[in-house]
């Protein structure tokens, strides 16, 4: 039998959360609670089955226009995840990381973002990269100016600028994602890690994320397995 290949990096547009609860007759909040629970499981298996880095979409630059009580709500549960329920992590050596802008944030959400960050920072079985007040144009900007900052510094001559030492100018420091998946039957990347998903395998499914557990994320594997990745050349299969 062939040797499974296990992406390294995976990343997850954890979508539908809404129409979860609205399909259970319960508010929008409640699939954001059922979603987190099971972003916490997702991160254990994921780390299980030997994937090294798993980078999710937790809240979007363009999430603020939502209605203020979901911002608000979505906010104050990801002070409760990251204060107190993601032991889970802890206990399976998962490393938590952000990629995304401080501002506008509020100054309670920063602190609790700290508090998960210093608590793992010593895990070594896994990355959870969660991007809170992400976007990727953005990403791209940023990492602009901070090598402009550079150049000007005479830190960084710009002929030495390319595709891999670009990688170091993002919010993380991290490799290509192997594998995206997005949940809830929408087929688009809706600026999500653009610089890091040029030559991803794309994986979308109709499964709402809340019910996106561990079989899932084994189907989503295993078609990933199936995939020729070619990177522009020759068929390697
Ligand atoms: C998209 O579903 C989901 C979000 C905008 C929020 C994702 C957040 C979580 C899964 C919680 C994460 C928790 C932590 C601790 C990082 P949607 O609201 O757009 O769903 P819809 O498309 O059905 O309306």
New binding site residues.
Partial sequence: MKEERIPKHVAII???????ATKRGKQ?SA??LA??K??EKIAVYAVQRGIKILS?????TD?FKRSASEVDY?MN??IK??QTE?KLLKKNGIKVVFSGRKEPLREDVLKSMENIVTKTKENTNGILN?C?NYGGQEEIIDATKKIVEDIQKKKFHIEDLNKENFYHYLYQDLPPIDLLIRT?GEYRVSNFMPYQSTYSEFYFTDT??PDFNEKELDKALLEFNNRDRRFGGNSQK
């Fill in positions: 954890m979508d539908g959360n809404g129409r979860w929008r699939g954001h979603g987190s099971n972003l999710v979409y937790a809240f979007s999430n979505l549960l990801f995840m990251f993601m969660i809170l809830s709402l994320f």
